[in-house]
């Protein structure tokens, strides 16, 4: 099983051996994760290639401009 999170949402599926792009597909309306949404695995950012391996967590984080920034 992995974990995955979107803000407050969690879920546990049975999806190792496949890629994070596979993943946020099956889990894009679940979760509602935007596509811009930045995938981390074990709290490392990781590419959509990487493939997923049992006990992980992967959380798909949304970034937000900083106060003051240009």
Do not use: W, Y
Request: aromatic share 2%; proline share 1%; with cysteine.
């Amino acid at each position: 099983m992995v974990t995955l999170r979107f803000g407050v949402n969690t879920l546990q599926l049975a999806v190792s051996g496949q890629s994070v792009e596979n993943v946020r597909r099956q889990a894009e309306r679940l979760l509602s994760i935007p596509g811009d949404a930045q995938a981390r695995i074990n709290g490392v950012a990781v590419d959509n290639c990487t493939i997923l391996t049992e006990g992980q967590t992967l959380e798909f984080v949304k970034t937000h401009g900083e106060k003051g920034s240009k």
